[in-house]
């Protein structure tokens, strides 16, 4: 099941991120294929769409949102190609598709990851002179860029995530990981679309409690997702057998509680974003239900 909404941005961010590309001048041929590779690959971009739907909340002007929403789906992306390569989660596909160092070359897929992150910060910076934003504005973006996709935020979560690779791991260090590693750059995206809608201080601050509950909710329900494509993985203790099992919230919980507490979060989180006069939530509410009933 997926929004119209969704699929409709969704098309619309993948040209503009095509555009993004084609139009970097004085890159190597066999790197931009490598990075156009990836980043075309069909994700669902849930991450862009929610800096535009913020922005739309808040009466924004989304056409000037483009440029950093494509900035984030950079980001996302680049930390898919080095999460699948050998030194970490070691894939083969991603969304059906062979992952960037097996298409390419371990070599490429880095630099290709690299030129990703490095790209989108100039994009940042580029969209924030051509739409005028305040320089103030745009700092505290890139500011904030560093802090929740960097050593504070999302690699956190995946360095704490290396480390509990077949160790039994607390529900509080799960929910720490996740936060850190799926949480920050869903709020980091939402933030984004507070900035360039000029949102005020508590508006900003419902919308952060709002991604993080969206971020959780999202990763339980990637967990869920994962084991009902693989029921064997239930009822095993982690690291139980040859293959790397994972402390996740199904495993954690099992699957009934996991998806109750799915439930709860889900409530919880779009209870955050009520009662904002500048707000207007229903796009947002209609993308957090949409974020449980997803299939992939
Ligand atoms: C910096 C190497 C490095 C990693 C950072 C994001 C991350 C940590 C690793 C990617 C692997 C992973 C499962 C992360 C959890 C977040 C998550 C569920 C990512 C997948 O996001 P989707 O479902 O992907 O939005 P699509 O394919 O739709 O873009």
Redesign the pocket.
């Known amino acids: 099941m997926t929004l119209d909404y969704i699929k409709e941005k969704a098309k619309q961010i993948d040209e503009k991120l095509e555009q993004v590309i084609d139009q970097l001048a004085g890159v190597p041929v066999l790197l931009r294929e490598s990075m156009k590779y990836s980043l075309l690959a069909?994700?669902?971009?849930?991450?862009p769409v929610l800096v535009l739907a913020t922005v739309e909340a808040l009466n924004g002007d989304t056409e000037k949102a483009f440029p950093f929403a494509c900035a984030i789906e950079m980001i996302?992306?680049?930390?898919?190609i080095?999460?699948d390569l050998p030194s970490?989660?070691n894939d083969d596909y991603?969304?059906g598709k062979l992952t960037n160092h097996k298409k390419f070359s371990e070599g490429t897929a880095i630099l290709a990851g690299d030129a990703l992150l490095t790209e989108a910060f100039g994009l940042i910076a580029k969209g924030a002179k051509e739409t005028q934003l305040s320089a103030a504005i745009a700092l505290t973006m890139i500011e904030e860029g560093a802090r929740f996709a960097g050593a504070r935020g999302?690699?956190a979560?995946?360095v704490y995530?290396l480390q509990s690779e077949n160790q039994k791991i607390s529900l509080s260090e799960l929910e720490n990981i996740h936060r850190l590693?799926?949480g920050d750059?869903m709020v980091y995206a939402i933030r984004m679309g507070a900035y360039i809608a000029g949102a005020n201080q508590s508006t900003l601050q419902g919308l952060t409690e709002f991604g993080y509950g969206l971020g959780l909710a999202?990763?339980i329900q990637?967990d869920i997702l994962d084991v009902i494509g693989d029921q064997s993985k239930l009822g095993k203790p982690v690291g139980s057998d040859q293959e790397n099992h994972k402390s996740t919230y199904p495993v954690l919980l099992g699957l009934e509680e996991a998806k109750q507490k799915l439930s709860l979060c889900i409530k919880e989180a779009k209870e955050k974003i009520i009662g904002f006069p500048e707000l207007k939530p229903q796009r947002l509410l209609e993308i957090a239900d949409y974020l449980i009933l997803r299939d992939?």
């Open positions: 069909g994700g669902k971009r849930i991450r996302h992306t680049y930390s898919l080095h999460d970490m989660d991603r969304r999302m690699i979560g995946q995530d590693k799926t750059l999202f990763q990637d992939r």
